[in-house]
């Protein structure tokens, strides 16, 4: 199976963080193309056409949105999760614009605050919802999702997904919070382990300049890029770490 690592000429000024996407204070965004790579490369290890997708770190929901928005052909299901409440709220919303009505509501809003503000920045804002929603169109319509709030470390049930993706607390903005075991990292791969079906594949994401895996657990592959670097693993290889 090949996919296109298509994402480098694209122009992606409207899923900037805060465009069409909505944003707050302390809550980061992600790089979009390392979003977008980092998915392709995720599925060829799983080898099948399509995923369920899940983060459970999630935060505003930015990551797994722009996925889904980007990348409709490639998913099923989206499932974001983050121990706080207020981010899941914030995350809510945002997976609500993977579907047409909530990406025309968005784009009623931003025209409401075009004409309240005078404004043409939020004109432009209101375009690219609709060119937003015309893409999702294309490329399968509404993509299914659900938000929870969720303690990773706490999780007991199985979760259907076959990619996670995800972005740690780095300290700057985000902090770990809940059970939070002595090696959080560990205690993330320990989770996904127990709870993800087999051949899951897993991306875990932080600003490091290596993620370190517990002894013994085999990255499939490494990325790095700037201040981020990610690991890919398989989540057999994390059940009972
Ligand atoms: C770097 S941010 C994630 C940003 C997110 N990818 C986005 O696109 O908005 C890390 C998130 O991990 C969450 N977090 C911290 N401890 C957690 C825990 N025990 N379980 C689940 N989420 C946790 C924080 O609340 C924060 O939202």
């Given at each position: 199976m090949s996919y296109r690592?298509?994402?480098?000429?694209?122009?992606?000024s409207a899923l900037a963080?805060?465009?069409v996407l909505r944003s707050a204070p302390g809550f980061p965004g992600f790089p979009v193309r390392l979003a977008s790579e980092l998915l392709q490369r995720a599925m060829v290890h799983l080898g099948h056409e399509r995923a369920r997708l899940w983060d459970p770190?999630?935060?505003?929901g930015y990551l797994v949105t722009v996925l889904g928005l980007l990348h409709r052909d490639l998913l099923v299901h989206v499932r974001a999760s983050d121990v706080d409440p207020d981010a899941v709220a914030i995350a809510a919303r945002n997976l609500e614009l993977l579907t047409a009505e909530g990406l025309a509501e968005r784009e009623r809003e931003l025209r409401r605050s075009a004409l309240d503000f005078g404004r043409v920045a939020y004109v432009e804002r209101a375009e690219a919802a609709r060119d937003l929603a015309a893409g999702l169109a294309v490329t399968g319509g509404d993509l299914p999702h659900e938000s929870a709030v969720a303690d990773v470390f706490a999780l007991a049930e199985p979760v259907d997904a076959d990619l996670v993706v995800t972005d740690v607390p780095y300290g700057e903005m985000t902090r770990w919070e809940g059970?939070?075991?002595?090696d959080p990292v560990h205690g993330l791969l320990s989770s996904m382990g127990r709870v993800l079906p087999e051949r899951s594949v897993v991306v875990l994401t932080a600003r490091t300049r290596r993620v370190q895996l517990p002894e013994g657990v085999r990255a499939l592959e490494r990325v790095k890029v700037g201040n981020r670097s990610a690991v890919l693993v398989r989540a057999r290889d994390l059940t009972g770490i």
């Amino acid at each position: 199976m090949s996919y296109r690592y298509a994402t480098e000429r694209t122009d992606h000024s409207a899923l900037a963080s805060g465009q069409v996407l909505r944003s707050a204070p302390g809550f980061p965004g992600f790089p979009v193309r390392l979003a977008s790579e980092l998915l392709q490369r995720a599925m060829v290890h799983l080898g099948h056409e399509r995923a369920r997708l899940w983060d459970p770190c999630c935060g505003s929901g930015y990551l797994v949105t722009v996925l889904g928005l980007l990348h409709r052909d490639l998913l099923v299901h989206v499932r974001a999760s983050d121990v706080d409440p207020d981010a899941v709220a914030i995350a809510a919303r945002n997976l609500e614009l993977l579907t047409a009505e909530g990406l025309a509501e968005r784009e009623r809003e931003l025209r409401r605050s075009a004409l309240d503000f005078g404004r043409v920045a939020y004109v432009e804002r209101a375009e690219a919802a609709r060119d937003l929603a015309a893409g999702l169109a294309v490329t399968g319509g509404d993509l299914p999702h659900e938000s929870a709030v969720a303690d990773v470390f706490a999780l007991a049930e199985p979760v259907d997904a076959d990619l996670v993706v995800t972005d740690v607390p780095y300290g700057e903005m985000t902090r770990w919070e809940g059970d939070i075991p002595q090696d959080p990292v560990h205690g993330l791969l320990s989770s996904m382990g127990r709870v993800l079906p087999e051949r899951s594949v897993v991306v875990l994401t932080a600003r490091t300049r290596r993620v370190q895996l517990p002894e013994g657990v085999r990255a499939l592959e490494r990325v790095k890029v700037g201040n981020r670097s990610a690991v890919l693993v398989r989540a057999r290889d994390l059940t009972g770490i």
